[in-house]
């Protein structure tokens, strides 16, 4: 069904047809479908959600709407969806929500959910306790088969994952059994006997982006969280680990192409706040670009002495920044999925070198044949050949160690990406251009 039906039958107020309609869609489906619709439609059309799909729904929505929808909300609507959202979620949306909105929230859920919502907000904001559930299932080591499978019908639905159950022992986890586990085994076993006793967790203060690897080099569907006493806490499951890869995905985007991160979407954004994450890093390569000027104008005699010099600036300069851009890419990219160390600085540098060689060389013999063709001077095609050589190579060394110097210092790799590098190369690229010719030229 088109939107523009979906007006229609609004005008038309055929709740009935719309509601069957809606009853049909994926609840992320519906949290975009709504989006499209202006506030009093949005406020509309939610209410026509089934009961069951209107929390998993109201969580999968941008927070702009989330807003709109608690606020026009009865204070009975609103208990019933927050019943009915996990907890780490509704953590999520006090986390987004003004004061008044969040003042709503809490009053509409009882106080051992507010207990536990504080709890989870007094972790560090990048924390895996920030991102965890407390919404898990625990079995006890001594319990059979089929005890623990008529605990997890009576509490899972509940509970924010079932395919993995953990085993506790005066609160300090001891092992894992996955609902695979229970299924096939016979229903007088113990858990003791089934239960995987080698795990792998986390602690409640490492940083959730590492939790997130995890997931990536495991391929998880949760992982425990215990404190220092190896005490289980909570878990943290896949779609949060998920929206973790994506948030540092968009803040590396944002910042490689030299632009503050912004948690709001494109649209969401207003345009004085695109202009001030943009403004920022423009004013300082901006001002970069002065050192490249004042090369410049330190040659100026050479200019004077051979102007077809100046025509080949743009192409070197382009040239050394492609290149330098090629490398930061793939070493920041290495280094996010953890597959380069600062370790292995020369093993990279040595192939960087060797890529650089190659490929400075056939530029160099490409552009060398081009300007004989069209120039018929040999030195000038000798002078922008060796030129061309070392400013490649210097543009793979500077844009493969800089993404790496910066994680050692604790920076952000993604700092050191196309534009300060190209920036950089710039200033390089004129220097040794200019060498070479003033030494070639006798200027």
Same mark, same amino acid.
């Given at each position: ?57 109201f969580a999968n929505m941008e927070p702009k709407m989330q807003e709109t929808l608690v606020q026009a909300f009865s204070m009975k609507?609103?208990?019933?969806? @927050? ?22 929230? /809490? ?20 924390s895996a306790g920030s991102i965890m559930t407390i919404e898990y299932i625990d079995l006890r080591r001594k319990m059979t088969v ?109 910042? @490689? ?116 063709? @069209? ?8 002078? /922008? ?30 700092? @050191? ?27």
């Amino acid at each position: 069904m088109e939107d523009k039906e979906i007006w229609e039958l609004l005008e038309n107020r055929e709740y009935a047809k719309i509601k069957e309609y809606l009853n049909t869609k994926n609840e992320v489906d519906l949290a975009d479908l709504l989006e499209r619709f202006p506030q009093k439609q949005q406020i509309m059309l939610f209410r026509l959600i089934n009961k069951e799909d209107a929390a998993e729904t109201f969580a999968n929505m941008e927070p702009k709407m989330q807003e709109t929808l608690v606020q026009a909300f009865s204070m009975k609507e609103l208990r019933e969806i @927050m019943d009915d959202m996990f907890l780490d979620d509704t953590v999520d949306l006090v986390e987004e929500m003004p004061a008044n909105v969040v003042d709503k929230i /809490l009053q509409a859920t009882d106080a051992e959910t507010r207990q536990r919502i504080n709890t989870l907000l007094n972790y560090p904001e990048d924390s895996a306790g920030s991102i965890m559930t407390i919404e898990y299932i625990d079995l006890r080591r001594k319990m059979t088969v089929k005890e623990a499978l008529k605990k997890i019908k009576r509490i899972g639905i509940n509970q924010e994952t079932i395919y993995t159950c953990y085993v506790i022992e005066n609160r300090k986890l001891i092992g894992i059994v996955t609902a695979k586990d229970l299924l096939i085994e016979d229903d007088n076993k113990y858990i003791e006997d089934i239960m995987e006793t080698n795990i792998i967790c986390v602690n409640t203060h490492d940083d959730k982006e590492d939790v997130a690897k995890l997931f990536h080099k495991y391929g998880f569907i949760a992982i425990p969280v215990v404190d220092t006493e190896h005490c289980l806490v909570g878990i943290v499951t896949f779609d949060d680990a998920l929206e973790v890869w994506q948030d540092e995905v968009e803040e590396d985007m944002s910042v @490689m192409a030299a632009m503050a991160p912004s948690e709001e979407n494109y649209f969401g954004t207003s345009v004085l706040q695109h202009a001030r994450n943009r403004i920022v890093w423009l004013l300082f390569l901006m001002l970069s670009a002065t050192i490249t000027g004042m090369v410049l104008s330190y040659y100026e005699s050479a200019f004077a002495a051979v102007p077809v010099l100046v025509t080949f600036i743009p192409m070197l300069m382009g040239t050394g920044g492609n290149c330098g851009s090629q490398s930061s890419t793939l070493i920041i990219r290495g280094l996010a999925v953890d597959e380069i160390q600062f370790g292995d600085w020369f093993r990279v540098v040595f192939k960087e070198i060797r890529v650089a060689a190659l490929v400075g060389a056939a530029l160099a013999v490409v552009n060398g044949l081009r300007i004989i063709l @069209m120039y018929s001077e040999i030195k000038l095609a000798v002078l /922008l050949g060796i030129s061309l050589f070392l400013i490649v190579i210097l543009a793979k060394l500077i844009g493969c160690s800089l993404p790496m110097l910066a994680k050692k210092l604790g920076l952000d790799p993604a700092l @050191m990406a196309a534009p300060l590098i190209t920036t950089i190369l710039d200033t390089c690229s004129i220097l040794i251009y200019f060498a070479l010719a003033t030494k070639m030229y006798q200027l």
